[in-house]
């Protein structure tokens, strides 16, 4: 039950579509040709709570895969939305790369470092990200993004990946000036969409293991970040299992795995130069696309 899932706007519309070789398929028309009309209404969170709609889904499209092709739909031609639109928890794991804690000085972890960011941080493939008005220091960090397909609670590391319902890129953006005032993270991680996802939602089977996936980060095209998510301390089954013992994981909650080295606040002081308007940062993890986001100056209204 291999897709990519991508959700995206039209005319005012939140709509769903699954990713094939030559574009995008809106999910209403696989109902159209499937003649599964439940299929046209479909969110990607009805199917991230919904294993049995998904296989659905995922059969009308192998079952339908010629036919589809007349009713593609460019990438280049739609606005994206976050990949999950309304993540329930954003729960993110610090310091999980070995080589990024050595290059910030910081001792090896012994258990995940866990944080937050609130929900409403979600941000899309392409949109431009405002750069807090109060922070002179934003960071990226490229991340595998885990998110959780059904209830999970004190499971073990065995069977930690059968919660999973795929995977998705995430920059998981930082304020450093802002997270470093206090012990708590908070404040630097989550201002306005500080948590850029996507552009797909993949399947965890179309992605198979998530501990041997390359890992890259460009800052106006430059390499920055280039790693693979084996270099992980705490690997996904490890970080379900450990999280899972201490609060619930529901479906479409999102788990941040950590950043491997490469981020700005890894350089030498004076060769620290932070975000600023006008730059673009990609995200590159291997099978799951490219996510790519501007960063601008907004002023509030």
């Known amino acids: 039950m291999s897709m990519k899932l991508v959700t995206y706007k039209s005319q005012n ?5 699954v990713k094939l070789d030559g574009g995008i398929i809106p999910v209403s028309c696989i109902a159209e040709v499937s003649g599964d009309s439940e299929l046209a209404l479909v969110t ?7 294993a049995m709609l998904t296989e659905r889904l995922h059969e009308a499209v192998e079952k339908h895969h010629n036919q589809l ?12 939305s976050p990949c999950v639109p309304r993540p329930g928890k954003i729960i993110c794991i610090g310091l999980n790369y070995r080589r990024h804690a050595i290059e910030t000085n910081a001792p090896i972890p012994t258990v995940p470092i866990v944080f937050s960011k609130f929900s409403d941080t979600a941000a899309a493939h392409l949109e431009e990200i405002p750069l807090p008005k109060r922070s002179t220091e934003v960071d990226y960090e490229a991340e595998l ?11 073990s590391r065995e069977q930690a990946l059968d919660y ?3 995977y998705c890129n995430v920059n998981d953006l930082s304020a ?33 293991d998530p501990n041997s ?3 890259r980060a460009f800052v106006n095209g430059e390499k920055r970040q280039d790693s693979n998510t084996s270099d992980m301390i705490f690997h996904v089954d490890e970080i379900i299992e450990y999280l899972s013992q201490y609060m619930v994981l529901e479906p479409g909650d ?25 730059d673009t940062v990609t995200i590159e993890i291997e099978k799951l696309g490219s996510l790519t986001n501007t960063f601008t100056v907004k002023e509030r209204v």
């Open 164 to 166: 999973v319902f795929g």
């Open 176 to 208: 450093r000036d802002l997270q470093m005032r206090t012990h708590q993270w908070l404040l630097g991680k989550t201002c306005e969409k500080f948590a850029p996802m996507g552009p797909f939602l993949v399947t965890k089977d179309e992605v198979g």
């Open 69 to 80: 092709q007349h009713s593609l739909v460019q990438e280049d031609s739609i606005q994206f």
């Open 254 to 278: 999102l788990i941040l795995t950590g950043t491997p080295e490469g981020v700005i606040l890894g350089y030498p002081e004076d060769q620290r130069e932070w975000l600023k308007a006008g």
């Open 145 to 155: 993004g885990v998110v959780i397909g059904k209830r999970a609670v004190d499971v």
């Open 213 to 215: 996936l390359d890992i």
């Open 44 to 50: 990607v969170h009805d199917l991230i709570g919904n």
């Open 13 to 17: 519309q939140e709509l769903l579509g």
